[in-house]
């Protein structure tokens, strides 16, 4: 997870609903990503685009990151959000990302490629090397329906593509969101698959409903264990008789630099929370 900024709870807003676009500013969240692609059907699209340049002009919003999914087949989408660019709007969200061609002749901001098909899985390495790409998430709705696979509670159908999106984001140094969880009455299914993702390695998980943030946040932030292992290891490595030392004794067990970096970056985290 970036420590300059958590992405633990990122929240799609549809742009065709002026009831959900009336609370964006007002939404506590990590991230937004505002959608011009799946929530607006075709006779929706101008609209949408429209109420979300409205709203770009208008409004301020409390959650730090705005993102915005664009259609890949609307291409006056991004000619109409450049002035926001950079500004208002800190990336793109592209869909249904399978090859590094689909994020050629995109602007010069940050790019977040959606992975929701078996060829997006199989082509992640050219997709990392894409200039300009931020980050990965997960389209699991789209991708099951690619794999023709049926969902399981346990996610066991998708595990080895969920694993292989975290692989190549985290050897090409990209960020990386675990895909929404549908039932959003469903605390416990949320909970679990939060759960599930962090394990997994992702940074935080895409959301269709303000009740899911929550939850998302305290399960993707550092746990209360791991803070306090964290503080520790920090401090056993600045103890002045272990200076310059790269392994350290902590409780009975052995802490080398790799374990120091970790601690680091959990407390980074915890502290831009």
């Known amino acids: 997870m970036s420590v300059h900024t958590p992405l633990r709870s990122v929240l799609f807003v549809p742009a065709a609903s002026e009831k959900a676009m009336a609370k964006a500013a007002s939404l506590v969240c990590d991230a937004i990503i505002f959608d011009l692609e799946d929530s607006a059907g075709a006779e929706e699209k101008e609209s949408a685009l429209a109420r979300l340049v409205a709203t770009l002009e208008t409004s301020g919003f409390a ?19 450049k002035p926001f660019l950079g500004h208002r709007v800190h990336g793109l969200v592209v869909p249904k990302v399978s090859s590094a061609r689909d ?10 490629a959606m992975i929701e098909t078996a060829r997006g899985v199989v082509n992640l390495k050219e997709i990392c090397e894409a200039p300009g790409l931020a980050g990965l998430i997960v389209g ?24 292989q999106v975290v692989l190549y984001a985290r050897a ?20 679990a698959e939060c759960a599930h993702g962090k394990a997994l ?7 269709i409903h303000p009740a899911q943030i929550a939850i998302t946040e305290a399960v993707f932030s550092p746990s209360n264990a791991q803070l306090s292992w964290a503080r520790d290891v920090v401090a056993v490595f600045d103890a002045p008789e272990n200076a310059g030392k ?5 409780d009975g067990e052995m802490v080398e630099l790799m374990h120091l970096a970790t601690a680091r970056r959990w407390l980074g985290i915890q502290e831009k929370i």
């Open 63 to 81: 959650a730090p990151v705005i993102w915005v999914r664009i259609d890949a087949l609307a291409v006056p989408v991004t000619e109409v959000l």
């Open 103 to 112: 994020l050629k002749g995109l602007p010069d901001v940050p790019l977040w």
């Open 140 to 163: 699991p709705n789209d991708l099951r329906a690619d794999l023709r696979v049926a969902a399981t509670g346990g996610r066991a159908e998708i595990a080895t593509a969920l694993s």
């Open 172 to 191: 090409y140094g990209l960020d990386v969101i675990d895909g929404v969880y549908n039932n959003f009455r469903d605390e416990d299914g949320l909970r």
């Open 201 to 207: 390695g992702f940074d935080g998980k895409t959301l």
């Open 246 to 250: 790269s392994l350290v004794a902590l």
